[in-house]
Structure formats: structure tokens, C-alpha cells
């Protein structure tokens, strides 16, 4: 079984996905984020390095889901290939911030990418408002995020809204997080857990369809 957690930076994906893994005894995979070579400059210059960083994380997701075919187990992902593209390199296209030149390469590559790669079994999508996510990436501190835009980050909220509701055609279920302390609430946990039961074994089920 393949497990998607997907949501805006600030979300709480990295933190859900770790206890998530370790409740289920499923295997983490989590993105390069802290790896990219490209992640400094992207933000302090998004116009010069979209194209260079969107690629260098298409290339490392495509990795990963090879990997994920061939596994025999469980594997919960904390962002799928999938958001890369319809989230965040569309993000940067409707902003002007990747010329139709590269939006095009990117997403022919995608397009042969695509047809290789099977979809989660279920994508858990973590929904933040601006504010919430606002707070969360001050609490957590990461250089490179200090200078981020509130205008950008409100910009993939939209995306990520447009993706789940209108664009995903597979299996999600939502999480409304704002008022969830996950990590520290052991009630709100369990509120999770209660939710992906219903959807991965039939308990009462809330799912999402698209």
C-alpha cells in the first residue's frame, strides 16, 4: 500500500508522517527538502532558480516512486510527486515566475513520468488556513523560509485547494488541522488515526472522492 501525506509548507506533513509511521509500522519517505542545492537561492531569487529546483525535486520524487513499485510493504510518503507539479510548479507558472519555455519542458518530462507511476491508495491532505501555517513556519525557524512572502504562501494554499478538489483523481482524505495538535494532543491524534481507519478498512467511512 503507497500513503500520501500532502499540505502547504508549515502544514505538519514531516511530523505526520513520522508518527504515522511509526503507529502503522509503515515505511517513511520524505522529500529532499533540506538536500536541494538549489532551495537558497530559489528563495532568494524564485525567477532565476523555479525551473532548477522544480526539476532537481521531480527528479528525486521519480526516484522514490520507482522505489515505491517495487516495494513489497507499506509506504507512506510525506509530499507526492504529484503536489510538485500541480501545486508548486503551477504556483510558479500563474505567478510569472516560470517562463512558458520551461513550464512546457517541465511538464512534457512529467507527462512521460506520469504514465510510468501508479497513484497513493490514499492521499491524506493536511488543509492549513494562511494564518496557521504562518505561525507554524516562524515556530519552526528555518532560515530559508524567513523571507517567504505571505502572498506566495497564500498563492499555494489556492493551488493546493484547486488540486485536491478539482484537478486529484484519487482517493483523499481531508484533515482539517487548524485547530489539531497532533503532535502533542494525544486526543487530536487518535482523531487522525480514527479517520484513516474509516478510510483504509471501511469503519464508518468519511472518504473523499475525486
Known amino acids: 500500500m503507497y500513503i500520501a501525506v500532502a499540505g502547504n509548507i508549515g502544514a505538519g506533513k514531516t511530523t505526520l508522517t513520522k508518527m504515522l509511521s511509526r503507529y502503522y509500522g509503515w515505511e517513511p519517505r520524505f522529500e529532499s527538502v533540506g538536500f536541494n542545492p538549489y532551495l537558497d537561492d530559489y528563495y532568494k531569487d524564485i525567477p532565476r532558480w523555479s525551473f532548477c529546483l522544480e526539476t532537481y525535486f521531480l527528479k528525486e520524487r521519480f526516484k522514490d516512486m520507482l522505489a515505491i513499485e517495487q516495494a ?106 487548524d485547530a489539531l495538535d497532533f503532535e502533542n494532543n494525544a486526543t487530536d491524534f487518535r482523531q487522525v488515526i480514527n479517520k484513516i481507519d474509516a478510510e483504509l478498512f471501511g469503519l464508518f467511512s468519511q472518504q473523499c472522492w475525486k
Open 72 to 177: 513489497t510493504h507499506t509506504i507512506i510518503q510525506d509530499r507526492s510527486l504529484y503536489e510538485g507539479v500541480y501545486v508548486f510548479v503551477t504556483n510558479n507558472y500563474r505567478r510569472g515566475d516560470l517562463s512558458e519555455r520551461d513550464y512546457t519542458t517541465y511538464m512534457e518530462l512529467f507527462g512521460h513520468i506520469k504514465r510510468l507511476l501508479r497513484m497513493p491508495d490514499l492521499m491524506i491532505y493536511l488543509r492549513k488556513s494562511v494564518p496557521s501555517l504562518i505561525a507554524q513556519i516562524q515556530k519552526r525557524g528555518r532560515d530559508y523560509e524567513q523571507t517567504m512572502q505571505i502572498d506566495y504562501l497564500r498563492d499555494l494554499n489556492d493551488r493546493y485547494e484547486d488540486f485536491i478538489f478539482h484537478q486529484y483523481e484519487g482517493k483523499v482524505l481531508v484533515i482539517e488541522s
